[in-house]
């Protein structure tokens, strides 16, 4: 069998920087346990590292950056905008990369189309959204402090509205939006790709309690290939052409999760993981202000 190497593949966005295709999520990753989640991850060989202004770690990932003496410029390192910053761009980069401790972002997302009051977090401002955030993270290229801007959680009706607006200069690079077997969107992954938008998939695994893993396409698949459901649940991703952000703070896991070399799921397993029927989400709207998902993504 020909050589696969996923742990060391990228995959090149508009911006011409390349992505490696997993990454590590740290979205619940608590401080105390994220740093060395983050330090046994580059030590392992991970080189893409997932954060966000809202996941309150970002100064314990960049200690577990510093901590695995990996330098800086081999690893991807992704950032969000935190829905009630809208009106605060250049403010929230700074304080990304100072509780980071790096001078660059690899990819800073804006992490909803939410444009959130943070006088009051259940209102969205009325003179402001998505669009006019977009406008001024723009902007923020100039900085020369990110390499790449992207989004995250943008259905396709949100994507044309940005795409088509006399403001938009700059298409996304990266639309990170919930992938799974659960969660597949094809419509919307096709939409991106037909835009030079790539797609980065989170929760990858289901996320905490997933019922991936009762799954009985998903359990034989992973017996008869001697692999953990979590495995077998990465390399769909990989096959599927997105990249993933598998997270843990288990230093195992981060091992064995990674352990995507010298194997693949066959066409067939592919399609039977696509065949499955069962529809759910982790993360979906109910707790924004605004709707920003349409059920239009299949
Ligand atoms: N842009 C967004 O709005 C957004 C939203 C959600 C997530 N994300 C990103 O995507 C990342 C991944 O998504 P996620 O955190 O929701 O879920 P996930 O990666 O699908 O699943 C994480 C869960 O699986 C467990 N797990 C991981 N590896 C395992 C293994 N080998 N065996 C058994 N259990 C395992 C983890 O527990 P342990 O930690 O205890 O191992 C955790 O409970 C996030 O961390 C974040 O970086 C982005």
Redesign the pocket.
């Known amino acids: 069998m020909a050589e696969i190497k996923n742990t060391a593949k990228t995959v090149k966005l508009n911006t011409g920087y390349s992505i490696p295709v997993i990454?590590?999520?740290?979205?619940?990753?608590q401080p105390g346990e994220v740093e060395k989640?983050v330090e046994a991850a580059l030590r392992a060989g991970y080189r893409h590292i997932?954060?966000?202004f809202a996941?309150g770690n970002e100064k314990e990932v960049g200690q577990g950056i510093r901590a695995s003496g990996v330098p800086r410029e081999e690893i991807f390192l992704t950032t969000?905008l935190d829905n009630p910053w809208h009106k605060r761009a250049p403010e929230a980069l700074q304080r990304s990369l100072a509780n980071l401790g790096v001078d660059y972002l690899d990819l800073y997302?804006m992490?909803?189309p939410s444009s959130t009051d943070p006088e009051d977090l259940s209102k969205h401002y009325p003179d402001w959204d998505f669009v006019d955030t977009w406008r001024e993270m723009q902007k923020l290229m100039d900085t020369g402090k990110i390499r790449s801007l992207g989004v995250?959680?943008f259905a396709i009706k949100n994507l044309e509205r940005l795409l088509n607006d006399p403001s938009c200069k700059i298409v996304p690079a990266v639309n990170?939006?919930?992938l799974?077997p659960g969660n597949p969107s094809p419509k919307l992954v096709a939409y991106c790709a037909s835009k030079g938008i790539h797609c980065t998939g989170?929760?990858?695994?289901?996320?905490?309690?997933?019922p991936l893993?009762k799954n009985d396409t998903i359990k034989s698949i992973a017996q008869a290939k001697n692999r953990?459901?979590?495995?077998v649940?990465i390399m769909w991703g990989l096959q599927k052409g997105w990249s993933v952000?598998?997270?843990?703070?288990?230093p195992e896991?981060v091992k064995?999760?990674f352990d995507v070399d010298d194997w693949s799921l066959a066409d067939e397993e592919v399609a039977k993981i696509d065949a499955i029927p069962d529809r759910f989400k982790?993360?979906g709207d109910a707790w924004l202000p605004v709707k920003v998902f349409f059920g239009d993504d299949e």
């Open positions: 990454g590590l999520g740290t979205w619940q990753s989640a997932d954060t966000a996941y969000k997302l992490h909803w995250s959680n990170q939006i919930e799974h989170y929760s990858p695994l289901g996320s905490a309690d997933s893993y953990s459901a979590q495995q649940l952000l598998p997270k843990t703070v288990s896991r064995t999760n982790v993360c």
